[in-house]
């Protein structure tokens, strides 16, 4: 079926400015949240309650912060296909849930070159987890709502509005598009930075 319903959100933003409103048509829509760290605190500080990460994972954010997403039990929630029974029973099997619509908005990478910053805070505003759950949210459109940053809260803001916690393949399809220009962008931000 080509209208999908969001059940389950995962959002993780570098900057939160911006994500109230659409927040609020989502819970309204009775989303469940899960995101990791201050990400997290900020959604629950506007009054939502929001699962953590970990809770899934079994994994707290490590590494100083470098891991915190990156687990078979996350991108499985993306990945998996709805309509393949193998996919559907794995998922069953190992407890993954199933999440529709991923928000993320990367580390400001080329705002932190632009700022003369040492080297080694350069290299730590390289996102990671970020960026692959924009990949894996663009490349499962099928089933999944991939909003890859501040400038696409007004499409996703626009659906809500106008037909609740719904969308489109057309609609994933064009922010599928959006994710994959982001996606390239940040990629050859850093090449350029390493390439100088």
């Known amino acids: 079926m080509s209208v999908k319903k969001i059940k389950t959100a995962l959002i993780s933003v570098y900057h939160k400015d911006g994500l109230e409103q659409i927040l609020a048509k989502l819970h309204k829509e009775g989303v469940q949240f899960l995101s990791t760290g201050g990400t997290q605190a900020f959604i629950e500080h506007l009054g939502y309650p929001c699962r953590k990460v970990e809770d899934i994972t079994s994994y707290p954010s490590i590494l100083g912060g470098r891991v915190k997403t990156l687990h078979p039990k996350i991108f499985g929630g993306i990945l998996g296909r709805r309509a393949l029974e193998g996919d559907c029973a ?30 080694a805070d350069i290299i730590e505003k390289i996102d990671i987890g970020g960026i692959s759950l924009i990949r894996a949210g663009a ?7 991939i909003v890859p940053g501040k400038a ?27 994710a994959f220009a982001v996606s390239s962008r940040y990629d050859t931000a850093i090449h350029g930075y390493f390439s100088k």
């Open 139 to 145: 490349k499962n459109f099928e089933d999944v709502v």
């Open 90 to 119: 794995q998922m069953g099997s190992y407890e993954i849930p199933e999440i529709d619509l991923v928000i993320v908005d990367l580390y400001p990478f080329e705002e932190t070159v632009a700022s003369g910053a040492s080297e």
């Open 152 to 178: 696409e809260y007004a499409v996703l803001d626009s659906i809500l509005s106008e037909r609740g916690a719904a969308t489109t393949r057309e609609e994933r399809r064009h922010l599928a598009m959006r």
